[in-house]
């Protein structure tokens, strides 16, 4: 079945440092791929999205490229702030699987003034 | 704003007691809605899918006796928690999808359950 893997947590920065949060996934069907930001006390919100491979998703400095090649979606921000302390969940969607969402483990981001 | 909205946000029952989670599409119809529930440091792991007008689908290994979902109408979907224990304690998490294929999932912002 589908599965999705993604770097355990936490991950601690400090402001305005580089950020990679690794994901890799496995599906049957050639699926779509997104990155979940929950803030604190929140639900969950949709910063990127990919649908095919090459795509790179962007959103308020995030970014993800899908890398068909080494099953990789990967995101990025080259400088983080205080207020993107959050848990990251990569996702996919599959159609071979109903569209349903299939959830990395999440990972939780925090960054220090 | 928010497309989805989940109530109440935060419940704490007695053990044995059942609770009632309401999600609603505030501008859509969502024929299709789905329920998740996270437990702590873990990930969301969906519990049920709720079609409006069937009986809803259930993953593997969720009791459809004791999560009863009801999706009476195109806005809104409920997760009964019936008889609650302990263990059932936990994030439970709606989401509804406005269109169909790869429309986005807009989610709720969750029930946070505490059975004592």
């Known amino acids: 079945g589908d599965s999705v893997t993604q770097m355990e947590g936490p991950v601690t920065l400090s402001e305005e440092a580089f950020l990679t949060i690794n994901c890799t996934y496995t599906a049957t069907g050639y699926p779509s791929l997104f990155w979940y930001v929950q803030y604190p006390g929140e639900g969950l919100q949709l910063p990127l999205k990919a649908t095919k491979a090459d795509d790179k998703g962007s959103n308020k400095g995030f970014e993800a490229t899908y890398r068909k090649e080494t099953t990789s979606f990967h995101l990025e921000k080259g400088s983080v702030q205080v207020s993107d302390s959050a848990v990251y969940f990569c996702a996919l969607s599959d159609v071979g699987a109903g569209n349903m969402l299939t959830f990395g483990g999440g990972t939780r981001l925090m960054v220090k003034p | 704003g928010a497309v989805v909205s989940q109530h109440p946000s935060r419940v704490i029952c007695k053990s044995g007691t059942s609770v009632k989670i309401e999600c609603r599409s505030l501008?859509?119809?969502?024929?299709?809605m789905f329920w998740y529930r996270q437990f702590p440091k873990q990930s969301l792991m969906l519990m049920a899918t709720?079609?409006?007008?069937?009986?809803?689908?259930?993953e593997q290994g969720v009791e459809k006796d004791k999560f009863l979902i009801n999706h009476a109408s195109l806005t809104l979907s409920t997760l009964t928690v019936t008889s609650a224990h302990p263990e059932d304690s936990s994030f439970y998490i709606c989401s509804a999808r406005r269109g169909q294929g790869e429309s986005p999932l807009h989610f709720g912002n969750g029930t946070r359950l505490t059975v004592t």
């Open positions: 501008d859509f119809q969502a024929t299709t």
């Open positions: 709720s079609n409006e007008g069937s009986k809803a689908t259930y």
